[in-house]
Nanobody
């Protein structure tokens, strides 16, 4: 699976931004897509994940840090996964990564980096103080 993340940029505090992740070589079901971010000098942290099973049931989960402000969604037919970010703050400044894993990733540990098989190159979001 190859992933391409885009949509980052320079934003002001309080702005909204939607990141996109295009996946190629991925199945249309039986997967988990996750969003992570890495701020300067910090470890990569989990933000949100979505999983779709073979019956096309979709589930999502969020880190506490982004719950209420970040929303993960997808356009399955186009192999796109989104991260809608609202009320951005300076502390949201980071490189944002999308990642792909199996359906099991969601149930075994969607917050763990090692559960994901593929990673995008990252897109930078900057929200100056």
């Amino acid at each position: 699976v190859q992933l391409q993340a885009c949509g980052g940029g320079l934003v002001q505090a309080g702005d909204s931004l939607r990141l996109s992740c295009a996946a190629s070589g991925r199945t249309l079901s039986g997967y988990t897509m996750g969003w992570f971010r890495q701020a300067p000098g910090k470890e990569r942290e989990f933000l949100a994940a979505v999983t779709r099973n073979a019956r096309n049931n979709v589930r999502t989960t969020y880190a506490r840090s982004g719950k209420g402000r970040f929303t993960i969604s997808e356009d399955n037919a186009r192999n796109l996964t989104y991260l809608q970010m609202n009320s951005l703050k300076p502390e949201d400044t980071a490189v944002y990564y999308c990642a792909a894993g199996s359906e099991g990733t969601f149930y075994h540990g969607p917050t763990r980096l090692e559960e994901y098989n593929s990673w995008g190159q990252g897109t930078l979001v900057t929200s100056p103080a």
